[in-house]
């Protein structure tokens, strides 16, 4: 049975989390509160980014110190959908088949460089991240109550990967971007290295002791009890709904977008120790939630502009309650 506890209590087991996590990654302070967001709010995280920004870190990083079992699964262009969920394997013909479970049964699952396998591959998560389960040969398997994806991308334009199906992008809470670290962060990770810092010879049982896994698992049910005033509400569904009249988007949000916002709202007002959601945790989580949602017209595409762009035209124009 998970603990019970409070707002404040939740407030300093997620600043330990942090400060833990913050002993390997340098300068990411925004990526790693979103990626805490997604994990309160019982959504996935798809962190993007090039090569080397220690995508793959954060995400064992932040399992050890939240106490979860990790799984990695590295996607290739020749990964086999059960390759990630598992497959019935016959070992002894008088006993019949016997599964063999797939790294998917785990309570963080990184998928590395998903952009990396084709689709039918990568659609092979589908159902573990919609329904936390999968089902093989006719038989639904059940995934733990902590079971959380964490996928890494490249930049689509690199060359070598496939852009991820609409429908699976829809199924990740947030989407982060894990920019170049700022000179200082530099200076400070090369500092670290020369103290014998090494990331790719890491123990993870130095951050295991932050949290356990229960306590982990009570501080979703905070986001349960966080209240959201009418206000509030509107102000989300008004966000979105903007989206959807927006001329310079060929796309706009769903309602299962409004729906994100909303719990994404409530897992910031946890991480900031509160009960309660105010109109800038809103706005503070709307670009991670929704950039990955909407499509630009071609015409902005041909200009180099970015989802972000518009989405904070959007959210400068909207009126926020006071």
């Known amino acids: 049975m998970s603990p019970t506890i409070d707002s404040a209590q939740g407030a300093a087991l997620l600043e330990r989390a942090r400060q833990a996590v913050a002993t ?23 962190i993007e980014g090039v090569p080397g920004t220690a995508k793959t870190l954060l995400a064992r990083s932040l399992a050890a110190s939240l106490g979860l079992r990790f799984a990695r699964i590295q996607f290739t262009a020749d990964l086999m959908p059960s390759d ?7 070992r002894d013909p008088a006993r019949g088949f016997e599964f063999q479970p797939g790294p998917v049964f785990t309570d963080v699952l990184l998928g590395d460089e998903i952009n990396r396998a084709p689709a039918k591959t990568q659609a092979a998560l589908l159902e573990a991240m919609a329904e936390r389960q999968v089902t093989i040969d006719g038989v639904s398997r059940p ?14 334009e690199h060359e070598g990967t496939y852009p991820l199906p609409e429908a699976q992008l829809d199924r990740f809470l947030i989407k982060t971007v894990m920019p170049y670290p700022s000179r200082e962060a530099e200076l400070e990770l090369l500092a670290r290295y020369e103290r014998g810092f090494d990331a790719e010879r890491l123990d993870d049982t130095a951050l295991s002791g932050a949290l356990s896994g229960e306590e982990a698992i009570a501080l979703r049910g ?13 102000y989300i569904a008004d966000i979105t709904r903007t989206t959807r009249e927006e001329r310079m988007l060929a796309l706009g949000a769903s309602p299962r977008a409004t729906v994100a916002l909303f719990r994404a709202a409530r897992a910031v007002a946890v991480l900031e120790g509160r009960d ?9 989580i709307a670009p991670a939630v929704l950039r990955h949602r ?12 970015t989802a972000d762009d518009v989405l904070q035209a959007i959210l400068d124009r909207v009126r926020a309650p006071e």
């Open 24 to 46: 390997r990654i340098v300068g990411q302070d925004i990526t790693v509160a979103d990626t805490l967001v997604a994990f309160l709010a019982r959504g996935h995280v798809l």
């Open 84 to 90: 990630v969920t598992g497959v019935n394997v016959l």
């Open 143 to 156: 995934l733990g109550d902590a079971f959380t994806v964490f996928a890494t991308q490249n930049p689509v």
């Open 222 to 234: 905070l986001v349960d009890i966080v209240r959201v005033a009418d206000e509030v509400r509107a």
């Open 276 to 284: 309660f959601a105010t109109p800038d945790d809103v706005k503070s």
């Open 294 to 305: 909407i499509a630009l017209s071609p015409e902005l595409e041909v200009e180099g502009r």
